[in-house]
């Protein structure tokens, strides 16, 4: 909506233009009238639709026409004035004014035109025969209003229409020649009506449509209100009401309504309240509502976004099968103005046999755009109607921003739940194997995507320690010189290597050495391929030995080419290892049932601190109620029983170790 509104006055000499003014100004008839009245400003307080007004007089006496074609151009709307009792001046509107303003107006922005007879009380018979036919030539004529300066007769609804034609045009909304909505008014409304529709069924229920009320007008309708509205719509349409709720139709009709009965700022009032501008436009402010991220911070989801997400899904997903099919996604983003997912998404998140995005798959889609392209995701949930739906003041609501990732390693704990992979490796190393593998792909489902489907990305869920969080992994094109900070700025680092190429592993030495090696981000060196025969790789060091001299994890062997179901414990790995970057874990595989893992994990619970705190306890009650005990006896006793423990204790860790 506009900010301000200039009104210009224009009109054959003598029809009263200033009188007009003057009259609304002092609320009374001048007794003197200068020729020409200076610009007056009317504060916003004092207006029905809150916005200062500008009314501007012109007089062919005291100005040029330089001067009239400048105000024209900065006019909003334009009234003319002519004399009911003076019929040269209403063909005046016709034969000059219309022409003129026309000529100095682009075609695209025409400004509205309110046709204005004053001097009605000097005639008893009305003009509006005379004006109608010239209303019906020219659609820029908003209306057309009688009125008397010397009376006050409907001075301040000529300067309420006049800013009405600003502030809710008919224009953009409906063609008077056909009777019917524009096409650019229908596919906004279409939108408002997919949005408002909760469940997705076609219609809005009573309850849909006392949230669509609320949403847009602060208050619900009473229930007979409600029947009377869908009354009107059956009495002029045959499928106006389903099933006692509105279908797209009679929502359509019911806005034609409106604006044939004059109530255009009803439609400007919803189509605002739903972001659109003057144009029919969504505005930048609705799309992209600001939001701060300071450096080394990300952006994630937040638990409402989801919630919102998963209703959009299940009102989708008709088939009930936590999958969307191409039709279910086409329809699912008939509110956006183009689809936003190509056939790449296909293989960067979970399908299923299908190859239809699973439910897992969406989120983590969804969590892929957050946090590579925050602005993009603010932009799809504003099509979606987040704001609108949730109640929130703009969509950046949905957004998280994660604190720097510093304080995280200072902290020693993070609180984010998306994780950063950076994949690396020559090329032909099994990098794209390696992503797809992860979203549960073996090899012979992967020779099936074609070339202009892959993607570089592929994200999905990992639980670690229990908690559900995302890697998202990043194949890194292999240009070993140009390697760019988006390309080394990740939570962990995988360096990839195909152990049937002599010279694969070279790439992923080069460069750790160049890049990470006194980078405080964790790294692991896969060996991909492992099916294959190992051979001798054509540098200084074996992978064995490289990583033994670096202080690495020993590489770690993957295939996919396997019948059986993939091993995804390394991913695992690599998500823990991104949130524990400070930590020195020695298991390579977290899955909390090897024999290290379920040690680890017993020896870090809870129960068992409880029984050696009671233990301690025992211990020294004892040793206070027994004062006759000589201390001497007593600590060899404590001696012999430690000594004791800590040699079954190593001889249990030497035969992990044996075991692994």
Not at 292 to 304: A, F, G, M, Q, R
Not at 371 to 400: F, H, K, N, P
Not at 553 to 582: S, V
Not at 640 to 656: D, E, K, N, Q, S
Request: neutral net charge; proline residues 5%; charged residues 25%.
């Amino acid at each position: 909506m506009r900010k301000d509104v200039r009104i210009l006055l224009v009109g054959e000499p003598k029809v009263g233009k200033t009188s007009l003014i003057m009259s609304l100004v002092s609320e009374e008839f001048p007794d003197e009238v200068p020729l020409r009245a200076e610009e007056i400003t009317i504060p916003a307080d004092v207006t029905p639709e809150r916005v200062p007004t500008h009314i501007v007089d012109y007089s062919e006496a005291e100005q040029s026409e330089e001067q009239l074609y400048q105000e024209i151009s900065k006019a909003n709307v334009i009234c003319i004035v002519y004399s009911v009792n003076n019929k040269k001046s209403i063909e005046k509107v016709t034969s000059h004014w219309i022409p003129l303003i026309n000529d100095r107006t682009d075609k695209d922005s025409r400004v509205p035109l309110i046709l204005v007879g004053n001097k009605s009380d000097l005639v008893e018979h009305s003009s509006m025969e005379t004006i109608l036919p010239i209303m019906n030539q020219y659609q820029d004529i908003e209306t057309c209003v009688e009125c008397s300066a010397k009376n006050l007769k409907n001075i301040s609804e000529l300067f309420y229409y006049a800013q009405k034609a600003v502030l809710h045009p008919t224009g953009p909304l409906y063609c008077p020649e056909e009777k019917e909505l524009k096409p650019s008014c229908i596919k906004a409304l279409t939108r408002i009506f997919k949005v408002s529709d909760l469940d997705n069924d076609g219609i809005l229920n009573d309850n849909e449509l006392n949230f669509f009320q609320r949403t847009c007008f602060n208050t619900p309708l009473a229930p007979q209100a409600l029947e009377d509205v869908k009354n009107v719509v059956r009495r002029n349409m045959t499928d106006g009401v389903k099933d006692n709720g509105l279908s797209l139709k009679g929502f359509l009709f019911l806005h034609t309504l409106f604006i044939q009965r004059g109530r255009h700022e009803t439609t400007w009032t919803v189509l605002r309240r739903f972001g659109y501008d003057d144009d029919l436009e969504l505005t930048q402010e609705y799309l992209f509502p600001l939001i701060k991220i300071p450096p080394d911070c990300t952006t994630e989801l937040n638990h409402n976004a989801y919630l919102f997400l998963q209703s959009v899904f299940d009102k989708h997903d008709k088939d009930r099968d936590c999958a969307l099919s191409p039709e279910e996604v086409k329809d699912l983003f008939k509110v956006f103005p183009y689809m936003p997912w190509g056939p790449d998404v296909n293989n960067t998140v979970c399908t299923n046999d299908q190859g239809w995005i699973t439910y897992q798959g969406y989120l983590s889609q969804w969590t892929l755009t957050t946090y590579l392209d925050v602005q993009r995701s603010l932009e799809y949930l504003g099509y979606l109607g987040y704001s609108i739906i949730y109640e929130q003041e703009s969509q950046a609501a949905a957004m998280t921003v994660t604190r720097n990732k510093r304080i995280d390693l200072q902290k020693k704990q993070t609180q984010r739940s998306v994780f950063r992979c950076n994949v690396l490796g020559a090329r032909g190393s099994g990098k794209s194997g390696f992503l797809q593998a992860f979203l549960g792909k073996d090899l012979q489902q992967q020779r099936r995507i074609r070339e202009d489907h892959k993607s570089l990305y592929a994200i999905s869920t990992t639980y670690v320690y229990g908690q559900e969080k995302y890697l998202l992994l990043h194949e890194v094109m292999p240009d070993f010189d140009f390697l760019s900070e988006a390309d080394l700025a990740c939570d962990v680092v995988c360096l990839v290597y195909d152990v049937n190429n002599p010279r694969s592993f070279e790439y992923c030495a080069k460069v750790y050495k160049q890049y990470f090696i006194d980078s405080k981000t964790p790294c692991v060196v896969i060996a991909a391929k492992s099916d294959l025969h190992e051979v001798r790789q054509h540098y200084s060091l074996t992978p064995q030995d490289f990583c033994r001299k670096h202080k690495l994890h020993p590489p770690q062997p993957y295939t996919c080419n396997t019948t059986e179901a993939l091993n995804k414990d390394i991913y695992t790995r690599l998500t823990t290892m991104a949130m524990y970057p400070h930590a020195r874990l020695r298991c390579m595989c977290a899955c909390n049932r090897c024999t290290y893992c379920l040690c680890q994990n017993l020896l870090k619970s809870e129960l068992l601190r409880n029984i050696k705190a009671q233990l301690r306890r025992v211990v020294y009650n004892r040793h206070m109620a027994q004062a006759d005990l000589k201390n001497s006896t007593f600590w060899l006793r404590a001696s012999v029983g430690a000594t004791v423990c800590a040699v079954l204790g190593f001889a249990m860790y030497r035969a992990l170790l044996k075991q692994r």
